[in-house]
């Protein structure tokens, strides 16, 4: 692999930046996307580097447009992403739910910014984590990841690739404009060192009896190509495992319950977390995204008053990873949730310890400084 695919070695970039490397690192050859800031950089920066790996940019009419040329970008062939944040997630949810129903892989990067509507363009916010999870309509799983630095930027934009390819699902990178617009060390490794999934594909030759929506027990159908000879329907309707409509309810439960338990049983291969001094903690906070930075250093002015705190980093926001923090953290800890909203995941956290927690909440438009984590910590441990 050429060094125009993948910029080996150490750099100083940004979390835009790294995001567009890590997509050219995991075979991204298609992007389709409109300008919106702060994820702009994103689309700039694969704007040049694109044409140089024989990929294709296009610069779409709206985010509506641009959701659309990715899914077609990958029935035929391409890991296709795009790159938005918080009002153009909106215009993309409809067809987030298309690409959920004819189990299309492709990779959204959502920037946060400080909302509702156009709220605070340039300045951070974490608001739209419960948009990721229940934007589109009907049931369906989601998989989305929260990094907390540029290097993260770029892995785990390969592991959306990944997931996404090896599960036929959409995949979210819920990043925030501090994330997006920090600019730290980024290790690249060798091409060789980076792990690619590839899609399942079919071993029936094309003819007439070929299913494409036909899934074994892994529940993930094999996925055929535009152009390869296989005759497949794509529809958002309800449709059997041949692609056609089907209106009975039997099929429709059929369908929607295999789409949803492809992720639920699979979650344990994509569910990350981080854990910070939790062996002895009484008190645990738990945050992701640029939050979980401030939380990182709270816990540690606060060990160093010999409060037992530690810190739980979610990595993955969805599905949400109720066994880790079952596994992680004692039956009686004290939980304290910090996020860059008015409490959204906090409500995770109390459905799944099943008790009040804490919240360290702030509507957007700044980073929350490590003081108001440590106070709470510290109100916690009297």
Known sequence: MSTKRVRTGQHFMSGDHACAEGALAAGCRFFGGYPITPSTEVAEHLARRLPEVGGVFIQMEDELGSIASVLGASA???RAMTATSGPGLSLMLENLGLGVILELPIVIVDVQRGSPSTGLPTMPGQAD???ARWGSHGDYEIVAYAPWSPQEMFDLTIQAFNVADRFRVPVLLMADEVVGHMVERVEIPDADQIECWSRKRPEQPPNGSFAPFEAGED???PMVHAGEGYRIHYTGLTHDEHGYPDMSAETHHRLVT???EKVRRNADQFTRVEGYHLEDARIVVVAYGCTARSARRAVRLARRQNIPV????LVSI???????LRQLVPDDATFIVTEMNLGQISREVERVVRRPVRGVFHAGGAMISPEPILQAIQEAAQ
């Open 76 to 78: 035929a062939g391409a």
């Open 129 to 131: 984590i419960m948009q």
């Open 219 to 221: 529940l993930v159908p």
């Open 258 to 260: 295999r789409l949803v």
């Open 310 to 313: 530690g810190l739980l980093r």
């Open 318 to 324: 969805w599905p949400f990873a109720d066994e880790a």
